[in-house]
């Protein structure tokens, strides 16, 4: 944009904030400096009439709210104009420490996604008189990542548009495709999913951002095509699953001195003997504990109770069997 | 020759910025009469250049009329400016829906960060940005960050009061708990997890310390006092950044173990072409990714289980088997009833709670 486009564009805004009348693309031509023409020569008005387009749609894109509406019921033509009430950001009487925790949440995007949005915002915020620090800090800050599919799926929810994306989940071969009327976005322990009503699945579901493929997120049919329910808790959706897991069982292993400091750290009793430290472990599902053990070889034994001890010496022999084949396949090619 | 960088495609971003730029620039000023140019153009991230040429610009602009009582003044002293005249563009535009999520969701994640001290001021900005906002401030964003809120405060304690810290902390890398002097700088939460960035004396250079792998932490009397050529860890490319001269580990991985491409990062990850049917259903992943140890590297493979299998290195491969063979001969020596012998001391040592077992390897 040259230098006369943008003043030409601030203009506009002024006279357009300075307007109650809704003002004709004619009258905006007669009286903003830059739109001067002929609007008897075809090309020349038809110059005019592409530039006051761009123009207009350069504005909307900046947030600007430009009006349209006709001056009186007897104009047929459309005018146009800027209410301040819509332009302006309210007032925001912030406190030092809230100004500082806004530019310290600005900083957040840094590494991500909205970066921009939130300098932009954040400008905004100290053209209202916000005296933002740059220079604070909280001694402890959040380090935010977003995945691409973000953007496009909270601008739907807002908009309450349905989506299709392809999701691929890691034990599966093939992406499948979804349709979902999402309600909302949703950040825990650091991923981000998507909950919304699974059209295809005719129920709730939440999705990770992460398998949506190439992070592509395509809308389906108009804005305001569906309600969330009333009230809805979008975290319990996720947390559902990925909650906290009890950890009612207790093992008892024995750990060769000096090793498996991993293992000592969170054991609930450990008493040392001749052939090496007994550890009671606490533990939720067999499965997961037995695998952490096999991860220490012969440094750690299981003692009680059998079935993880069984589950241990079943994957040690798979593990050895699995290797052999392996090393033999390698001797021999 | 220098040439001039990031030219194509952002001219028009950049003079639509511009745009953006101008007209926050005559509230600006407005809010800070007298502000001098310089201080004004380090405030707003422009050269004092860029903004004498901004405010030659606004200055021929204005209400319709143009003349000298309708275009936007400003009076200089010095090198101090006052608008005298803004033509109507008194306040800033309103926040776009992107700038509203941006601000709010990152105050809500502020907010929710465990052991955030500030917690009433995010709050109290929180709700003034949500009015400020509107109905745009309706961001369908929900945030949670579990975590232990105690432990991450108490270091967070320790980086405001600028103290040394004797921790013991456990390295998961080489499965050992040592004792050390730390000078702490700061304290970050990334992936979900709270992290102390210190200046470690052992190590002699700066290290990112999970916070729920430090098992006992002393603050000291002595202040941090990191040395001159600590750096900030640049995190921009997330905590874990495989330096290349790491040893790459392949490995051959079924379906059930195919969750661990979403949490390590790797480098290669393809379908095994001799697996599988002839539609290629049901193969196999080979999957590469470095490793800064191998022994962490055999821990893991080993609590995979049976369905992994190490490709490369050799070495890795042969210390695998030989471990779970070891540990096979291991519990055919051992009583199958696996009872503690009726003497042995039963006095139990209460020891370190709290820390998840699930937090290295199996926890999806």
Known sequence: ?333 | MTRPAQRSGGTARTSADRLARLLNLVPYLLARPGIEVSEAATDLGVTERQLREDLELLWVCGLPGYGPGDLIDMAFDGDRVTITYDAGIDRPLRLTPDEALALVVALRMLAETPGMANRDAIERALAKIENAAGELADAPVAVRMPGDSDRVAALHGAVQRGRALRITYYAATRDETTERTVDPIRVLMVGGLAYLEAWCRRAESMRLFRADRIDALVELDEPAAAPPQARLHDLSAGIFRPDQDLPLVTLRVGRSSRWITEYYPCERVEPDPGTGDADGAGREWLVSLRVTDLGWARRFVLGLGPDVTVVAPAELADQVRERAAAALDAYATLPPDGAPEPGAARSGVELAQGADPATTAGSH
Not at chain 1, 71 to 86: K, L, N, Q, V, W
Not at chain 1, 93 to 109: F, K, M, S, T, Y
Not at chain 1, 250 to 261: D, F, S, Y
């Open chain 1, 1 to 333: 944009m040259s230098r006369t486009r943008t003043e030409r564009l601030v203009n506009l805004v002024i006279c357009l904030l300075s307007t109650r009348r809704f003002l004709t693309a004619a009258q905006i031509a007669a009286t903003v400096p830059g739109y001067e023409h002929d609007p008897d020569d075809p090309r020349d008005h038809e110059a005019f009439q592409r530039k006051f387009e761009r123009d207009k749609a350069e504005l909307r894109e900046l947030g600007v709210p430009l009006e349209t509406g006709t001056a009186s019921a007897f104009d047929a033509e459309p005018g146009y104009r800027i209410a301040h009430r819509e332009y302006a950001l309210p007032e925001i009487p912030l406190e030092p420490d809230e100004a500082a925790a806004v530019g310290i949440a600005a900083r957040l995007w840094r590494h991500a996604g909205l970066a921009a949005a939130a300098s932009s915002g954040l400008a905004k915020l100290r053209a209202a008189g916000v005296d933002v620090d740059p220079q604070a800090t909280l001694g402890m800050e959040p380090v935010v990542t977003v995945d691409p599919a973000f953007g496009p799926l909270t601008a739907a929810a807002r908009d309450r548009r349905t989506v299709g994306f392809d999701y691929r989940v890691p034990d599966g071969d093939a992406p499948t495709s979804r349709r979902l009327q999402p309600w909302g976005v949703v950040c825990w322990r650091a991923r981000w999913y998507v909950v919304g009503h699974d059209l295809d699945r005719d129920a709730p579901r939440c999705f990770r951002l992460s398998r949506i493929v190439g992070g592509a997120v395509r809308t389906i049919g108009k804005p305001g095509a569906f309600e969330p329910p009333v009230g809805v808790d979008l975290i319990s959706h996720v947390a559902k699953w990925s909650g906290p897991v009890e950890r009612s069982g207790r093992a008892t292993v024995l750990v060769a001195p000096g090793r498996a400091a991993g293992l000592r750290r969170w054991a609930r009793e450990a008493t040392s003997g001749p052939d090496g430290d007994r550890l009671v472990l606490p533990y939720g599902d067999a499965e997961s504990l037995a695998s952490r053990l096999v991860g220490y070889g012969p440094d750690v034994r299981v003692l009680e109770p059998p079935e993880i001890r069984d589950a241990v010496i079943q994957r040690l022999k798979e593990i050895t069997a699995r290797h052999d084949e392996m090393a033999t396949a390698r001797a021999s090619g």
